[in-house]
């Protein structure tokens, strides 16, 4: 009830919904730049250019919604953004520290029983050995689903990692719980890493389709690759890498 609410004053007011994301409203504004409203239950987020034009919008909904908190984004959904120099960073530090304390992997050592790179080498799935019992079963599926979230919202350097082990939450052995411990001990020695994106004024898009082509740090680019039928199933993975400003912006693993 509320999602409709908010969201049938803001198409009255000139807002257009995202088609690929009900919760993202977009408005061309009278000086030209835009405004961008972004919904998660009763959390939203003022995106633009322009802040005088934003603050004038604000005003807007206020006269029509209680809203109890107006300042720059620095927290929202466990991430969290900094200005660094020209350019921003956006992490989860603080979430994945505490995935790792939860699973009582955090001292004050972080450097110890770390590893290199989040997938174990040589990982396959076997049926055939010890399955995990319910309670240990709970808490990879619980894991799993967090480490799900960091990787699509900041670590995309763990997206094949665990789309891999969110192939094997219903029954899971013991092989998938040493990968799971694998990619905690990697982001133990990585947990407070971040993308950084560098400020820039270039807008231009360019696909490549070679990669000895080096593309320009600051306009957008992308990859895309696929294996042929090298799953055990017999299928095919693909992924692919959109950067922009110096930092990724959309990723996948399949």
Known sequence: EWYETLGDELLADGYTMCESDPCVFYKIL????????SIYVDDGLQLGKNGASLQNE???LLKRFKIS????????LS????TIGNGTIIHQSNYTKSIL??????????????????MA???RYNPNITRLDKKQNTLYRSMVMKLSYLSQQTRADITYA???LTQYQEKPTTGEWKALIHILRYLKGTWDFGLYYKRTNKSDITILTNEDVLPVEHEPHGYADASFANEDNRKSRSGYLFFMSGAIVSWMSK
């Open 101 to 118: 304390e939860e699973m009582q992997m955090w001292d004050d050592d972080i450097t110890k029983n770390t590893r290199p790179s989040p």
């Open 69 to 76: 908190d107006y300042r720059d984004a620095d927290y929202l």
């Open 121 to 123: 080498v040589n990982y």
């Open 79 to 82: 991430i969290s953004k900094e």
């Open 162 to 164: 665990v789309n891999v």
């Open 58 to 60: 604000f005003e807007r």
């Open 30 to 37: 009278e000086d030209g730049s835009f405004c961008i409203v």
